[in-house]
């Protein structure tokens, strides 16, 4: 569920995305299928993503479809989990199961840019205020920060605790000044901030590579086809890349850690 920018409108979504008026909650507008919306910065559209593995872009006035954004997964598993505007309304990211984020045209539906590095599924895209960095956050324990126009990854934010399963990273967002980037886990219930200034490229990959060349006897010396021939060198391959995990990318400048409630421990 989402307000349009003037707040005059709500949109949401169920079987079908609906759009409402905000003041005596009247039916306006009934857009066909949607998991999640969001509305255009000047509220003119709405864009919506389904099971489908697609994103469409409709006009909020009269329900017309403008684009639909098709080149996620084709799977049954790689359905459309974010979708966003950029602050201009010229562009949209999408984040999808499929383990990729996509950045398109919102006018013609044209694909710019194909986000692509994470291991698991993306389960969210923002934009960052000038539009010129987006942060994708996922379930294998990190978020990245890229290039909004020509996709080149920046940065790998990364440390959330627990086991693979319990520590997805569900949302990240940048402060409206830009400045700062607030990452989320669900299950080590913090929330972590890192300074977007110091999110260096080359700073990240060469912790990276010091790690893996440090981590057992494989370091960096076999191959991909050698990795994925062995299953045991395919395990231990993937163990040496968790670890360093934790060492990717700048450290965070503050952690949250919220409260568990009494109830919930006690479960």
Known sequence: MAFSPDGARIVTVSSN??????RDGRLLLTLLGGDIAAFSPDGARIVT??????????????????ATLSGHGGGEFDRVTSAAFSPDGARIVTASMDRTSKVWDARDGRLLATLSGHRDWVESAAFSPDGARI??????RTAKVWDARDGRLIATLSGQEGAREYASVPSAAFS???????????QDNTAKIWDTR???QPWEALARDACLNLLGPHGRRFRQAEIEADPLLASEWSAERDVCEGV??????????????????TR
Request: glycine share 6%; proline share 5%.
């Open 176 to 186: 409206p000044d830009g400045a700062r980037v607030v990452v989320t886990a669900s």
């Open 17 to 22: 995305t609906k759009v409402w008026d905000a």
């Open 135 to 140: 942060v994708t956050a996922s379930r294998d």
């Open 248 to 265: 990717r990318g700048v450290p965070p400048i503050a952690e949250l850690r919220v409260a568990v409630a009494a109830a919930a421990q």
């Open 49 to 66: 993503g389904s099971r489908s593995n697609t994103a469409k872009v409709w006009d909020a006035r009269d329900g017309r479809l403008i």
């Open 198 to 200: 110091r999110l260096t």
